[in-house]
């Protein structure tokens, strides 16, 4: 029978215009010098429109929890009313719901930033058994299951496409508005939408593992990771609060005490200093600004661990990547092939026959680069680290080092080219393949782009041969260079350049042996598509679509959020002392110091706001 009046009386518009409907008539009857009337209405307004703060001020006095903007907004109406300013007693309640309703508006549109990402993970999957489907809760199926998933619906659990061909939108994980093709055979992570047709796949991991759910869970925790901005304003409201509490006294009983002021209008300049020295600017609008960071730039696919992140790549000064699967795409392809005495074709098509059983990163770029038929392959034997020795149809084939052909007593030609491997037919040299690893497309303007956000230094620390990784410093005009490094030595390397570039360093990596760089740097950032798990766990950031202009994106959004909440620092602290000051010199009364307090909170909260529209570009 009560709840709905009672949710009625909670609902802050309705009590914003009941409030306002009977503050007006008490105005007049007041003016008028109706006896007893204004008392009973200004009496009503106070209890509809500021019943819940006196009820939080109250529960907030029992749990210990004294010194919050509730209970200032308790003294300060009920003393105005006691010492006779009515309508101030209840213009200060008025305003400060107002301000509340805005704030809580805000807040909601902070929240359903994070709110929109947890509706990429499906609660449910239809699961094939025996050629039935059944649909499913998606957290009791197991690896390897058989699923359908239907045009428009979410793929449920990281898979691989057993039949069907159909394209994916990932943008709900990387925040790439392109649709990505697959076919059988081609991995899909739980989280993107299926479009074009049905697909049959086989799940990879459980619901639990997949993509989707790790995404969620990282935002989840970000949101108790506090940054130096927002820990500041928890240890400033802890001293402040009381501070100007005992101030606010201090004024109410000194300037009657000496006969300065009459004591009516110390009590009144004491209460509207409490007014006016509200923190909720400060105490909502610098967390809001990292809420809204944090959800913003997950949207974009790029994932913040924490506030605490902000800060440290926003100021870093250098940049420091992995090569391999960072820099580079981490898949080998033919770049270049010398054949003598026989044709380009035949050169690469005789290698790729002698590699077509084998599962190492170069016999795979072999491959790839010829589409046609292979010949037969009788036998194969592997020469660990040195290449292969193959028996084909037409004849033996060696594909290797210089070492290899030296030790098959073949005299092959020198080059210095890094991903060089040479070929043999018949004991007869006929050629080398070079093999690079391609550079990521996007790589050179990224790096531009962070340059021109502030990163002066950028360097590669990596396990791959020097040529090699002097290579891709070349072309992508890196100066610091340290390659054929062990994973003790890149963290050795970390240290020194750490201790170099105070102002902090950016590491960006993707495998395992990068996971204790990222743990050490000041910001650790994951390629997250292509990423190990430990590389993953232990990084500060996570860029979901292995884009390096995402690292730009997280930058550019830092600077900015960083920024905003530094502008609400400012701004917050800067009106409130010139209000303090304006009340204890009796220059303004409480309806200045209301405004004064509102209009700072909602100003603040507005520009908070700011961080969920941050561009890409």
Same mark, same amino acid.
């Given at each position: 029978m009560l709840k709905k009046p009672v949710s009625i009386l909670k609902n802050e518009p309705f009590r914003i215009i009941a409030g306002i409907a009977l503050f007006i008539p008490a105005l007049i009857t007041d003016a008028l010098n109706v006896p007893i009337l204004p008392i009973i209405i200004y009496i009503i307004d106070m209890i509809l429109v500021g019943w819940p703060i006196f009820v939080d001020a109250i529960r907030g006095i029992i749990r210990g929890d004294v010194f919050d903007e509730k209970l200032l907004m308790l003294i300060a109406s009920v003393g105005?009313?006691?010492?006779?300013? $009515?309508?101030?007693?209840?213009?200060?309640?008025?305003?400060?719901?107002?301000?509340?309703?805005?704030?809580?508006?805000?807040?909601?549109?902070?929240?359903?930033?994070?709110?929109? &990402?947890?509706?990429?993970?499906?609660?449910?999957?239809?699961?094939?058994?025996?050629?039935?489907? +059944?649909?499913?809760?998606?957290?009791?199926?197991?690896?390897?299951?058989?699923?359908?998933?239907?045009?428009?619906?979410?793929?449920?659990?990281?898979?691989?496409?057993?039949?069907?061909?159909?394209?994916?939108?990932?943008?709900? &994980?990387?925040?790439?508005?392109?649709?990505?093709?697959?076919?059988?055979?081609?991995?899909?992570?739980?989280?993107?939408?299926?479009?074009?047709?049905? *697909?049959?796949?086989?799940?990879?991991?459980?619901?639990?593992?997949?993509?989707?759910?790790?995404?969620?869970?990282?935002v989840e925790e970000a949101s108790d990771r506090k940054s130096r901005e927002e820990s500041f304003i928890t240890s400033f409201s802890r001293y402040y609060t009381p501070t100007v509490i005992a101030l606010a006294l201090i004024m109410a009983v000194v300037p009657s005490v000496f006969g300065w002021l009459t004591p009516s209008d110390a009590i009144y300049r004491a209460l509207s200093f409490l007014v006016v020295s509200c923190p909720c600017a400060l105490v909502i609008s610098v967390p809001m600004a990292f809420f809204g960071g944090i959800g913003g730039a997950a949207r974009r696919?790029?994932?913040?661990?924490?506030? !605490?992140?902000?800060?440290?790549?926003?100021?870093?000064?250098?940049?420091?990547?992995?090569?391999?699967?960072? &820099?580079? !795409?981490?898949?080998?392809?033919?770049?270049?092939?010398?054949?003598?005495g026989i044709s380009e074709a035949e050169l690469i098509k005789l290698a790729a026959s002698a590699e077509q059983q084998s599962n190492h990163p170069i016999a795979r770029g072999i491959v790839g680069a010829h589409s046609e038929a292979l010949y037969p392959i009788d036998e194969t034997a592997e020469h660990i680290g040195k290449g292969v020795v193959a028996t084909l149809e037409c004849g033996k084939v060696a594909v290797g080092t210089e070492r290899l052909m030296a030790e098959l007593g073949v005299v092959c030609q020198h080059t210095d080219a890094p991903g060089t491997v040479h070929v043999a037919y018949n004991d007869s040299y006929v050629?080398?393949? @070079?093999?690079?690893?391609?550079?990521? +497309?996007?790589?050179?303007?990224?790096?531009? +782009? &962070?340059?021109?956000?502030?990163?002066?230094?950028?360097?590669?620390?990596?396990?791959?041969?020097?040529?090699?990784?002097?290579?891709?410093?070349?072309?992508?005009?890196?100066?610091?260079?340290?390659?054929?490094?062990?994973?003790?030595?890149?963290?050795?390397?970390?240290?020194?350049?750490?201790?170099?570039?105070? $102002?902090?360093?950016?590491?960006?990596?993707?495998?395992? !042996?990068?996971?204790?760089?990222?743990?050490?740097?000041? *910001?650790?950032?994951?390629?997250?598509?292509?990423?190990?798990?430990?590389?993953?766990?232990?990084?500060?950031? @996570?860029?979901?679509?292995?884009?390096?202009?995402?690292?730009?994106?997280?930058?550019?959004?830092?600077?900015?959020?960083?920024?905003?909440?530094?502008? !609400?620092?400012?701004?917050?602290?800067?009106?409130k002392l010139l209000a303090l000051g304006l009340v204890a010199l009796n220059l303004v009364g409480m309806w200045m110091a209301v405004l004064a307090d509102v209009g700072v909170a909602v100003l603040c909260i507005l520009n908070s706001m700011r961080t969920l529209g941050t561009k890409t570009k």
């Amino acid at each position: 029978m009560l709840k709905k009046p009672v949710s009625i009386l909670k609902n802050e518009p309705f009590r914003i215009i009941a409030g306002i409907a009977l503050f007006i008539p008490a105005l007049i009857t007041d003016a008028l010098n109706v006896p007893i009337l204004p008392i009973i209405i200004y009496i009503i307004d106070m209890i509809l429109v500021g019943w819940p703060i006196f009820v939080d001020a109250i529960r907030g006095i029992i749990r210990g929890d004294v010194f919050d903007e509730k209970l200032l907004m308790l003294i300060a109406s009920v003393g105005a009313m006691i010492i006779g300013e $009515r309508s101030e007693g209840v213009g200060v309640l008025l305003f400060f719901l107002v301000g509340e309703y805005f704030e809580h508006r805000a807040t909601r549109a902070a929240r359903s930033s994070i709110k929109s &990402l947890m509706e990429i993970r499906p609660d449910t999957a239809r699961v094939i058994t025996d050629g039935v489907e +059944e649909e499913v809760d998606a957290e009791d199926v197991e690896i390897g299951s058989l699923i359908s998933i239907r045009v428009g619906e979410r793929i449920p659990i990281d898979c691989i496409v057993v039949s069907g061909e159909a394209e994916v939108d990932t943008s709900a &994980l990387t925040g790439e508005s392109l649709p990505r093709p697959i076919r059988e055979g081609d991995k899909i992570e739980s989280g993107t939408v299926l479009l074009g047709a049905t *697909v049959v796949a086989k799940t990879l991991r459980t619901s639990d593992e997949s993509r989707a759910s790790r995404i969620l869970e990282l935002v989840e925790e970000a949101s108790d990771r506090k940054s130096r901005e927002e820990s500041f304003i928890t240890s400033f409201s802890r001293y402040y609060t009381p501070t100007v509490i005992a101030l606010a006294l201090i004024m109410a009983v000194v300037p009657s005490v000496f006969g300065w002021l009459t004591p009516s209008d110390a009590i009144y300049r004491a209460l509207s200093f409490l007014v006016v020295s509200c923190p909720c600017a400060l105490v909502i609008s610098v967390p809001m600004a990292f809420f809204g960071g944090i959800g913003g730039a997950a949207r974009r696919g790029v994932l913040y661990k924490g506030g !605490n992140v902000f800060a440290p790549i926003a100021r870093a000064e250098c940049a420091v990547f992995d090569k391999t699967g960072t &820099l580079t !795409n981490g898949v080998l392809s033919l770049a270049e092939a010398h054949p003598i005495g026989i044709s380009e074709a035949e050169l690469i098509k005789l290698a790729a026959s002698a590699e077509q059983q084998s599962n190492h990163p170069i016999a795979r770029g072999i491959v790839g680069a010829h589409s046609e038929a292979l010949y037969p392959i009788d036998e194969t034997a592997e020469h660990i680290g040195k290449g292969v020795v193959a028996t084909l149809e037409c004849g033996k084939v060696a594909v290797g080092t210089e070492r290899l052909m030296a030790e098959l007593g073949v005299v092959c030609q020198h080059t210095d080219a890094p991903g060089t491997v040479h070929v043999a037919y018949n004991d007869s040299y006929v050629g080398y393949l @070079v093999l690079k690893d391609s550079i990521k +497309e996007e790589a050179r303007a990224a790096l531009a +782009e &962070l340059s021109r956000l502030g990163v002066r230094h950028f360097a590669i620390l990596s396990g791959d041969r020097l040529e090699s990784v002097q290579s891709v410093a070349a072309e992508l005009r890196i100066d610091v260079v340290h390659a054929e490094l062990l994973p003790e030595e890149k963290y050795a390397r970390l240290e020194s350049l750490e201790e170099k570039y105070k $102002r902090g360093v950016i590491y960006v990596g993707d495998g395992i !042996n990068d996971a204790p760089c990222l743990a050490r740097a000041s *910001v650790g950032i994951a390629m997250g598509d292509s990423g190990s798990d430990s590389a993953i766990e232990q990084a500060d950031v @996570v860029i979901m679509s292995d884009k390096l202009d995402r690292i730009a994106t997280a930058r550019r959004l830092a600077k900015k959020t960083v920024g905003i909440a530094k502008q !609400n620092i400012v701004f917050a602290i800067g009106v409130k002392l010139l209000a303090l000051g304006l009340v204890a010199l009796n220059l303004v009364g409480m309806w200045m110091a209301v405004l004064a307090d509102v209009g700072v909170a909602v100003l603040c909260i507005l520009n908070s706001m700011r961080t969920l529209g941050t561009k890409t570009k």
